[in-house]
């Protein structure tokens, strides 16, 4: 127990219990030390000799009882059954020491109890959010939404033609594998010659690029890439290339997002055709892939409710490695 915790409690309250405990715990001495039956003696006002004789008699009562009660506090004796070997300079190092240290944790306590706060007000709005999405969506016709291929919605690898960008010497953007996050959204902003895209596959704003080779599909390499470099770009022949047939009828962020599904990526994992290492998802799996179309409108506040669970996800990330990084430099500094 720490004496500098013992705050709480009622002064004279305290006074009169560490005195009973002490009292009882000197009965085997045949020596009467009335400062513990007498609760004005000046015992509890100046440290007298007792306190110097039998240092530990207020701190092992103390300990004793707190088996039974663990937030028992005694801020009466907090000063004066303190005896340190130690010299005063010591005492106060160590004092600021710990004061510090206090402050230090207290203050990642408090900003730990505003983040979870912080997360169930998200999750609570998130989960209301949710309710208003499910009822506004339109109850399905009896024979349920409309099912169709992807092949039927959706051209896969259409053909781009970069001859006008070539004759221009135009720059467009470039996407290597690497280039592309696993997170559905983000890739690195590379450039070159549209002359160079001969051997690669070509793509432009708004389609959907989706890994076909292991482990990156499995990895959720893909996304709908836009912001491109004069709306055209080229990388790596192990993306699928998907582009909607009908804009007013296909949502290809709702696509991306069916394409992303862990049950998806176990499925296209099973048509694995090559050898180890190099075995690649054939393009029969995609054209043949079942997908259940509900109303654009629909579409489109299920991809909208998706993404702002994503963003909330990843702004919760961001404050927990924060979080991680501060209490990383907190045990470095103490330890």
């Not at 959010?129 to 690898?157: M, R």
């Not at 970069?162 to 467009?172: A, G, H, I, M, Q």
């Not at 080779?213 to 770009?233: E, R, W």
Request: one cysteine or more.
């Amino acid at each position: 127990m720490r004496f500098k915790d013992l705050e709480r409690w009622d002064t004279r309250h305290n006074q009169s219990f560490a005195i009973n405990l002490c009292y009882t715990k000197h009965t085997d001495y045949n020596t009467s030390f009335t400062c513990h039956t007498d609760s004005t003696s000046t015992c509890h006002t100046l440290p007298p000799h007792c306190h110097t004789d039998f240092p530990t008699c207020h701190s092992s009562a103390i300990a004793e009882e707190s088996k039974n009660k663990e937030s028992l506090t005694i801020p009466c004796h907090t000063k004066l059954c303190e005896v340190s070997t130690n010299t005063k300079s010591n005492e106060i190092h160590n004092k600021k020491s710990s004061n510090t240290k206090s402050t230090t944790y207290q203050a990642l306590a408090k900003e730990s109890q505003e983040s979870q706060k912080r997360y169930f007000a998200t999750a609570q709005y998130d989960n209301n959010d949710l309710k208003a999405l499910l009822d506004s969506i339109p109850t399905p016709p009896p024979q349920g939404w409309e099912v169709k291929t992807l092949g039927e919605i959706c051209e896969i690898n259409p053909k781009i033609d970069f001859k006008e960008l070539t004759k221009l010497d135009k720059e467009v953007s470039f996407l290597p594998m690497e280039a592309v996050k696993t997170d559905g959204k983000t890739f690195e902003k590379l450039q070159r010659k549209a002359k160079e895209a001969q051997s690669f596959t070509k793509f432009t704003d708004n389609d959907l690029l989706w890994a076909k080779i292991t482990p990156c599909m499995q990895n959720k390499k893909s996304l709908v890439v836009n912001g491109l470099k004069n709306g055209f770009g080229f990388g790596s022949t192990e993306f699928f290339v998907l582009r909607s047939k009908d804009s007013k009828q296909i949502n290809i962020h709702f696509i991306l997002q069916f394409l992303r599904l862990d049950l998806i990526l176990q499925n296209a994992s099973e048509t694995f055709k090559g050898s180890a290492g190099q075995q690649r998802v054939p393009k029969e799996f995609l054209q043949n892939l079942k997908i259940t179309l509900p109303p654009l409108a629909v579409q489109e506040k299920i991809v909208t409710h998706i993404q702002k669970i994503e963003s909330s996800i990843a702004t919760t990330q961001e404050k927990t490695k924060a979080l991680e990084l501060e209490l990383e430099r907190y045990i470095e500094s103490t330890l």
